[in-house]
């Protein structure tokens, strides 16, 4: 670690001052052991005498717009818990733990003076930290943490901008004491839509906030040592379950739940690139949400139909996102769509006219909440319409593959999610992930018009999932085994998405679709065939790192989709996963506890041979990997 | 320059992306003139065709409690005007300007999306700049401004951090276009004191503050240059005028109006330490606050008797501040003053007695505000109490010197403002820089006693004002014709502020105070010599460079100290300034405007020897320097 400059040359004008602190040792890695539970962070030290940790537990979550504040209070407030302790009992001399937070040059102010229910520091009315004031628990601020020169009538020096809580452990005792970490933003704090946090109406301010969390901590830490435990008792390997913890923690930390004119508005902000409810990830993250909170994937989806859905020469779809960095663009309008484009910052109309397809029939089929679909049915017919015409203008000529590019890429063509990784997956025409993708959507759609009684709806979605699912086996090289990823210019690139289609079915039990010897068996059996070949070294598993590859044409893969492919994998094809397929969680869970990946929280867009994040820094879409759960 | 990073490559994956902007040339220091005013700050280049100005209009601003919405509206916007423009009559092809302003990795948004009278860019709901929307004006966001690759339908890419508009003049025209830059932070913004800024009460949000700064530009830029006329039309040589217009800009950019429970609360942050309302700051900025707003004066003085006040074992004195960082600190304590200390960050409590009486009472008699003088006559009677027993307690061993340390200082001893110098200046005990000081708040005690009819007192305060001069004269060494700068231990530093005190009476025409052949001639006659003796190479004037130093025992010298002393040596002991002291000018002016000083705005401490700041960047404190424009 660089250990902070002092700031008290700047003061008092003698450069020549030992930079603080000194007098210290960094821990190395060997010397403490970190334990990421689902809900937890854990660093032990000193034999595991010394112990701290950082809860951030979650939990199923009711409507907001239904809360007694009472309820908002506890599922909406802006805090971590935790707590900092030592073992003693063998000491003979007291010790001393000190907890600090800093925020680069500025100071921090002493809480004690706005409240008498908390010990710690806020920087202004943002964030802050405190604990329960008790007896061996003391403030410290100063140039130096750990050896403070000046000290006011207080004990304190407030220009100064290192600040600590220091908690004496006396020989003989054991004692942890309880943390909090709390923010506050009032006001309004986005624009376009102009919405503030929720928060913001059921606490006052931040003292409000760190108060509430350490009076309700013994709550908070049972609702973290639950989750802790499902993930730990869980049938998943360690390297999954860290994979899952790294996942929802990163997935937390990019969410957002704003109010707009009395009503919640939920928001995932889009990792390091901080776009705004990005479609392509709210569809990946709809297993996730499903369990937690539903509310937020039809909360989503009413505000793609309502002000981020468009229509070009072939009908409705609806924009990449909702904005950027608190930013919501125009109606009808994303912040990254450009025009004229064949790679990345293209269009993605057929993706997101899928996703919002994928995303409302799994939300209804999964929460039965049938008032919510009946008033789609317009929309779910537009966009079956809407399909078809990406197919061809001419029904006839229809073999149920997206062919015809939006008339907004001016000239451009379509992309999909996987906009970074070359044109195996970049492209969204005649692309095998997408197409296999579309074969999801019409199979949901046949369940869902026949749930809304939509005869004719239905029929027309079966018929078209077959017609699909022929054509697909249409491109498969014989010769090779294997699928191309674009059904183009004689590509030969291979690609693990190729199932992705498959999840939806598989997550909603629909059956009949995921049979291997049903309806969809001759594709089924080329896809094994595809899927089996391509987890090998060389092809989709990394030959150096030995961690999967998106596509074999690409060195970019993306943790977030590996998840959703391997459980996919497993449940249609088991026999592919080979040792060495096998071997894979080990590698994605070394990237991410490593520099390379770790001190960006969950990365996604990984270099599958050095395993060093290449993008999608801070990145929520990898509870993906919930689904393992359900294995 | 440093070009910024392009974040193009953590979106694509793509990171051999080359690194924008590129092709382009940046300005050498040769290649254009800047031109500071007291209000305008002007960049020209090209041979002068191409012209960019920011103006800082200020003026005299009524109290802001009385002020009409539309005058606090003017008064108050968190503005700034300007204007880009190109000479392009003699042109052959159209040239393109551009003004652009980044936040970092952030993103800006388009204004466009939330006013029809803007063209610009923002962040967040904080801070942007904006042009009016007129022909040949666009706007352009992306990762190379220069030459971005991605655009979309309207030609912008909101995700990229790169965002300008774009200024087109045609061949044979010159075309000057409008620009501002505003600010705006909504709520809460202090704590202590919980207040918001003043002007959120007559602006709604940043669009009201942009669109408001472009409809006023033109009274905006009168007033910037009926300002800069005033200051090129004075007396002053160029590095003066320089020194008071960079200062200017460094005070107003320090300086907040906020508001309180229905009342304005006026703060002039310290500088980059952030310290607010720093009474050692104050009191030198009151020549310049009283020409231009003394109700800012007043406001201060009252809160500093309500709330930073206290009494120690001598009686009342004041707070070295109020808090910092937005932190107004506790009743009776300010941010600073530690316990127990020798030297810097000790208590300052006869330096800050002495700060309000100066301050209260050179408020008063300029602008004749009786009545609350009147209000303030028990605090003034009770200042004097408790200078006096800060020299002895028993008042037939006084001789008008500071002698008692506060015993808030808890065993260490009072420092005066001069923090960071040696003991020439640092020590309170027995100091001539507060010896004299002490004599200049006498004399203006007995002019503000004899104003309120308090005759008894009057004549109490010139008696010890004569006592004091007298003592004072006991200390000169004959032998050296010097004084020294403590009286104690054998101290032979010799200061510059020996004369400090006199700007006082100076200032409020007190002409019985500062007639050298008066009733204080005897002490005139020996700080001309000692003046004359100090500004001489080697003792007050840097050897290396010329500049004038505080102490000849420290190469740590201030500029705002060093004007307030050029001041009062001006008037008072003309001879001394000698070719080699006035030469002094220049340096301090080449200090300010090389990088060792310039890119931390105004700087007041600064290395003698190598005009490089050692301390106090942003620093408010210069405007003393607008006692030159009265000479």
């Known amino acids: 670690m660089t250990p902070p400059k002092s700031q008290e040359g700047a003061f008092t004008g003698d450069t020549t001052v030992v930079q603080a602190p000194r007098g210290f040792k960094a821990l190395r890695p060997s010397d403490y052991e ?27 979550v009711p409507d907001p717009a239904k809360l007694s504040k009472a309820a908002a209070r506890f599922h ?10 030592y073992d003693n009992r063998k000491g003979k001399k007291p010790v001393e733990l000190m907890f600090g937070v800093g925020a680069g040059d500025d100071t921090l102010r002493p809480l004690t003076d706005t409240s008498d229910a908390l010990l710690g520091f806020a920087h202004g009315t943002h964030f802050g930290y405190a604990t329960v004031p008790a007896r061996g628990v003391t403030m410290r601020q100063g140039f130096d943490l750990i050896d403070p020169k000046f000290r006011d009538y207080r004990g304190l020096h407030v220009i100064a901008g290192e600040t600590g809580l220091v908690f004496t452990v006396p020989a003989g005792q054991r004692k942890r004491f309880p943390l909090a970490l709390g923010f506050y933003a009032a006001g309004t704090i986005t624009s376009g839509i102009t919405a503030s946090y929720a928060y913001t109406r059921v606490f006052t301010d931040l003292e409000d906030v760190l108060t509430h969390a350490l009076a309700e901590r013994e709550r908070y830490a049972k609702v973290a040592a639950l989750r802790d435990r499902e993930l730990a008792h869980s049938k998943l390997n360690a390297d999954q ?50 369990a937690w909170h539903p509310w937020a994937v039809r909360n989503a989806l009413d505000l793609f139909v309502r002000r981020y859905s468009y229509t070009d020469q072939c009908g409705i779809s609806f924009t990449h996102d909702m904005g950027v960095n608190d930013f919501f663009t125009p109606v009808g309008r994303s912040s990254y769509e450009c025009d004229g484009l064949e790679g990345c910052f293209s269009h993605m109309t057929m993706e997101q006219l899928l996703n919002w397809v994928l995303t409302a029939t799994t939300y209804a089929a999964h929460t039965g909440d049938i008032a919510w679909l009946r008033g789609k049915k317009q929309i779910l017919l537009a966009c079956a319409e809407s399909m078809h015409r990406r197919d061809h203008a001419d029904p006839r000529k229809r073999d149920g593959i997206m062919k015809v590019d939006t008339s907004r890429a001016a000239g451009g063509s379509e992309i999909t ?5 070359d044109v195996s997956l970049g492209q969204a025409r005649n692309n095998l992930y997408l197409a296999v993708k579309t074969l999801g959507a019409w199979v949901l759609l046949e369940k869902t018009f026949a749930r809304l009684g939509l005869k004719a709806a239905a029929q027309d979605a079966r018929d078209t999932a077959d017609l699909l699912a022929r054509t697909i086996t249409t491109k498969f090289e014989s010769d090779t085994g294997f699928f191309p990823a674009v059904f183009e210019k004689g590509n030969r690139s291979r690609i693990l998405p190729a199932v992705e289609g498959f999840v939806y079915p598989l997550f909603l039990g629909y059956t009949d679709a995921t049979d291997l010897n049903g309806r969809f068996a001759p594709l089924f059996a080329q896809l094994r065939q595809h899927i089996s070949q391509a987890l090998q070294p060389g092809i989709c598993l990394d030959e150096k790192s030995g961690g999967w590859k998106m596509s074999s044409t690409s060195t970019n ?29 080990k590698v994605h869970a070394d990237w991410q506890r490593t520099p390379g990946c770790g001190e960006h929280a969950m990365c996604d867009q990984i270099r599958s041979d050095t395993g060093v994040v290449c993008g999608s820094r801070y990145y929520p879409r990898g509870v993906s990997a919930y689904l393992w759960l359900s294995e």
Chains 1, 2 share one sequence.
Request: glycine share 6%.
């Open 34 to 60: 970190r334990t990421l539970g689902w809900a937890s962070d854990t660093w032990r030290a000193d034999e595991a005498r010394f112990g701290f940790s950082l809860l951030t537990p979650f939990g199923q």
């Open 76 to 85: 909406l407030a802006p805090a971590i818990t935790g707590w900092i302790e």
């Open 241 to 290: 379950q860290f994979l899952i913890a790294q996942a929802t923690h990163s997935y937390y930390g990019s969410s957002q739940l704003l109010w707009h004119k009395g009503q919640p508005l939920w928001v995932v902000n889009e990792g390091e690139y901080r776009m705004m409810n990005t479609f392509d990830l709210t569809v990946d993250h709809v297993f996730f949400e499903l």
């Open 417 to 421: 999610t996987y906009d970074s990784l």
């Open 557 to 585: 893969t993306w943790f977030s989709k590996i998840a959703i492919a391997q459980h996919v994998i497993r449940q249609l094809f088991p026999e592919a996963m080979t040792e060495a397929a096998e071997a894979g969680d």
